[in-house]
């Protein structure tokens, strides 16, 4: 089944949030309005809105209130690609160029700013002072995490707890956030959007695992980007840290450096694909999705449910 | 009479917040912690702090409530600058080395991403959900105000409408928020936070256009940065646009690109600053000081009324 089939019954909502995150993002001003039609247009999987959604399901469910967290949730999240583009200095992003690319960084720079207030603007339209909390602090851990990232990369003496944690911070908690944001935005009691939290907390790991391995295991076409994209440019993924663990591969991954090319790199990121490495870090990963399946069973029963059962089992399987 | 004299029965408040913005800062993150502190002890006036609080005295002054508010703005116009010095590619501010100057670009994007995330963090405990509207209203300009400003550079074909609209928001507006928020926060009535903001408003444009001057007026140890520096970087600022109008100094003015050296400018600095254009824009300045006087008097007589008054004096007189 195709993911969109899942929550086909969203479908008109997803079309509203999807409009409202285009006139969102209609700036008067020009160059900010140019680029912010230019990420919409890159596309994305809006999975953070779906989230929003099923979330809200389970409370007092109102559109017109929840659709100002699902945005905002979208919005942030693409603000911290912009900025990431500037940091990791991408060219391409979903097989077309970036804002810092495009235009240049100091455009870029602006434009996550702009986006990022954007979002705020939105956040607040929702009442409950509870969201706000929720959001500035999974904001301060996605910042960590950014800077964690800097700090690690090339760095070949790190352990699984530290790329755990990091991941955490800058994929897994906006997508549990998501989870949480739209029950409380719709009065979902405590006891229930805690579960959801972390629910989205682990479906967000097994997410950002699986985006690790792909890189290795998927073909440019899907990535929209060359193979081994994060291993040149430093980023020390789970696949990786595996790899380490075997003589052979330790040696040759230890020699990787900034001026290291994309030609250089693909013999090595073959033999990651064909190594063990993939297994352990799928192993890892459907850990995570067992520990979803569970906090969900501790939900109640209805179709939002079944939705993100669905969704947990799609990300576990997912090809690109 | 010293500036910081004026509000000196604020000192023990003051002192708390600046215990406050420290602790803030102290990011357990080791590079986000030295970025910070070494942004911090660049010093500043804290002018935004002691707006919020003059204007919390108009109401119901609570210091544990109303710190988070002067906390937060404070680290948000840290945030911006941090930014800025990106863009302007910086390498000093206030006689220090910038954060993009001492570590790099890539860790000063995120760097004033983190800051602003751990002001909204303070922001979240401010319960008037209307401060969290125009906190997020006056983000968005400030951002639309920073993109203006890369698009406006080495144009000189722009009139003063469009400088002061770009001061408006990239300025005067957080000031003006400044004020509007301590009185938000602390219970304000409408008719009179909308008095404080337009207060705010007006001193904000006063500051700009005085900081604008002194950049022509003042000595490198005053602005701990060489004098001429805003037009050496094609920030075309009241000054410039009313030296414009003399056909001599046009001429000279319209041959700065951004090959343009700080030695090649000085004789225009020169010029400029004996020119009558330094006179036309004082009395700008002066304009809105005089509507920032009148506003007062609609405001309830007492001590911060007093205090508010000396401030907005001061900036019409201030040397650097």
Redesign the interface.
């Known amino acids: 089944m195709k993911l969109k089939m899942m929550y086909s019954f969203l479908n008109t909502d997803l079309n509203l949030i999807e409009k409202e995150l285009e006139e969102t993002i209609q700036?008067?001003?020009p160059?900010?309005r140019q680029a912010g039609l230019h990420l919409l247009q890159a596309g994305g999987k809006r999975i953070r809105p779906v989230f929003v959604l099923l979330a809200g399901k389970f409370g007092d469910y109102n559109i017109d209130k929840i659709k100002h967290v699902a945005v905002a949730l979208e919005l942030i999240h693409m603000a911290s690609l912009v900025?990431d583009d500037?940091?990791d200095d991408a060219g391409m992003r979903r097989g077309k160029p970036t804002i810092k690319a495009k235009w240049d960084?100091?455009?870029a720079?602006?434009?996550?700013?702009?986006i990022?207030?954007?979002s705020?603007?939105l956040?607040?339209?929702v009442?409950q002072?509870e969201a706000?909390?929720i959001?500035?602090?999974s904001?301060?851990e996605?910042?960590?995490g950014?800077?964690?990232q800097?700090?690690d990369k090339y760095n070949f003496d790190q352990n699984v707890r530290t790329y755990l944690r990091r991941i955490k911070r800058k994929t897994a908690l906006l997508i549990a956030v998501s989870c949480q944001l739209g029950a409380v935005a719709s009065d979902v009691p405590a006891s229930i959007h805690r579960k959801l939290y972390l629910f989205g907390y682990y479906v967000g790991m097994a997410f950002q695992i699986t985006d690790d391995i792909l890189d290795f295991t998927a073909t440019e076409e899907q990535l929209g980007k060359p193979a081994g994209s994060d291993l040149l440019q430093g980023n020390i993924t789970l696949p990786v840290l595996f790899a380490l663990q075997d003589p052979v591969l330790n040696s040759q991954i230890n020699k990787i450096s900034e001026s290291t090319t994309y030609e250089e790199i693909q013999p090595l990121v073959r033999a990651i694909k064909q190594s063990s490495a993939i297994d352990y870090s799928t192993d890892i990963s459907n850990r995570y999705l067992e520990k979803a399946y569970k906090i969900l069973k501790e939900l109640p029963q209805n179709r939002a449910r079944n939705t993100l059962y669905n969704i947990a089992k799609f990300i576990g399987k997912r090809k690109f």
Chains 1, 2 share one sequence.
């Open positions: 700036a008067e001003q160059l900010l900025h500037v940091i960084n100091k455009i720079v602006y434009t996550g700013d702009y990022l207030a954007r705020l603007e956040m607040a339209k009442e002072i706000h909390k959001l500035a602090y904001l301060v996605l910042n960590i950014e800077i964690e800097i700090r």
